[in-house]
């Protein structure tokens, strides 16, 4: 028996036991608890990596690796910036472009998508031979931080300054109907709307993202504290996005649809999005680089 402090009482050693044993369990309980990745908030655009990334939501895959994921869609990517700012959700699928572009130091990136293989483009209905061709030019370009980018590079690259152009900006849901508002010299912007473009006018690539100084990359960029504090969250969306590639290569009709309907195009452009115009994550997530992979050289169209 032990005497109790509470009066004059005195308390079983078993009931000691028991409530040692309590106490115990419920701190392991605790720990296993805190040790579960955190419901985690992913804002996606109509981008052919948010795609990917619903995708592995809709098949299961996240939920296979543990992981708590809830898909929240945004028509344009600086609302979705606007959003993880404000902390209402706690990623996002964003280029490096924004990066370079947005204040968004509380993010950090939880795991690269893909380089863009020659998706984001400056379309145009004749060739560009010199300067003269782009002075004066009308350019439509879509919102996203990755076209603004294209648009950069492409003056740079004939050596135009932007107050010698005229630039005219658009949601990218809207950019088809704004080009038959109007003539407009180039356009800019990425897959799947630069195919669907291609397709139903007379548009043709005069400028891609490999030869710019660095292709466009994307990534999950998800808040720095919630990304250090569960380590175990990176490996998991690793191995999801992995499964998902795998699976990809064994039958390409599933993500293939998927892809078709996320974006609204047929499916044969959709056939041609992944590889033709992204370079997605590598197959073995062991393999798959936190950091930025290396551009490749230059290709031309």
């Not at 309590?22 to 804002?43: E, H, N, Y």
């Not at 572009?101 to 993010?107: C, H, I, P, R, Y």
């Not at 250090?228 to 590639?245: I, T, Y």
Request: glycine letters at 6%; proline letters at 7%; a positive charge.
């Amino acid at each position: 028996m032990i005497r109790s402090p509470f009066g004059s009482g005195r308390i079983p050693a078993a009931s000691v036991a028991l409530g040692l044993l309590a106490v115990a369990c419920a701190v392991g309980a605790v720990g296993v608890l805190t040790s579960q990745p955190p419901r985690l908030r992913i804002g996606v655009t109509g981008s052919l990596e948010s795609a990917l990334v619903s995708y592995a939501d809709a098949s299961g895959a996240f939920r296979r690796h543990d992981l708590d994921v809830t898909i929240v869609q945004f028509a344009t990517v600086p609302e979705a910036i606007s959003a993880f700012k404000a902390e209402a959700v706690d990623g996002i699928v964003v280029a490096n472009a924004a990066l370079a572009q947005n204040d968004l130091a509380v993010g950090e990136v939880l795991v690269p998508l893909s380089t863009s293989t020659g998706s984001d483009v400056v379309l145009s209905r004749s060739a560009v031979m010199s300067r003269d061709d782009v002075r004066g030019a009308r350019f439509l370009v879509d919102i996203e931080p990755r076209s603004t980018w294209m648009l950069r590079m492409f003056l740079r690259r004939w050596g135009v300054d932007r107050q010698e152009v005229t630039i005219v900006s658009s949601p990218r849901p809207y950019l088809l109907a704004s080009l038959e508002s109007g003539p407009f010299d180039f356009v800019i912007t990425s897959a799947p709307t630069s195919l669907v473009i291609r397709s139903q006018t007379g548009l043709r690539p005069v400028f891609n993202s490999l030869q710019a100084r660095s292709p466009v990359q994307m990534y999950i960029l998800a808040n720095r504290e919630l990304v250090r504090s569960h380590p175990q969250m990176r490996v998991g969306f690793r191995a999801a996005l992995a499964d998902c590639m795998r699976e990809y290569a064994r039958t390409p009709q599933p993500l293939t649809r998927y892809l078709a309907s996320y974006c609204g195009i047929p499916l044969e452009l959709a056939a041609k999005c992944i590889g033709e115009q992204i370079e997605p994550l590598p197959s073995d997530a062991d393999a798959a680089e936190i950091t930025p992979r290396r551009s490749r050289p230059s290709q031309r169209m």
